[in-house]
């Protein structure tokens, strides 16, 4: 089964993600693997290989479908994570490819809130727009 997670959760696709190994990422969902199937702390594949920097992977996911608006434990989006890191080039890549602006995490926050909070009149004025 190439959906089977090990002890603690992780498929072939996390762990793939989790490693940056690119081709077996391919591979495995080439094969069918689910491409937001989440561990037990809420990460997809999506989730792992952006927080492992692994942005051709991360591009790659979002290109096959992957849910873009898929939230952790603490309801963080890979927006939301961009916003906090005020990533302008990667915000508008995600925004540009379905993200959630009004999406809010456990704490009540959400992008347009981050952007402000860290006073990014740019990244303001983008998610406003």
Known sequence: DINKANKYSNTPLIIACEKGYENIVRYL??????????????????LIAYYKNFEEIV??????????????????????????????????YLIENGADINKENKNGDTPLSIAMSNKNDAIVKYIKE
Do not use: R
Not at 29 to 46: F, H, M, Q, R, V
Not at 64 to 87: H, S
């Open 29 to 46: 969902i080439e094969k069918g693997a689910d491409i937001n199937k989440e561990n037990k702390y809420g990460y997809s594949p999506l």
């Open 59 to 92: 591009n790659y996911l979002i290109e096959k479908g992957a849910d873009i608006n898929k939230e952790n434990e603490d309801g963080d989006t890979l927006l939301i994570f961009e916003c906090y890191k005020e990533n302008e080039n990667m915000i508008t």
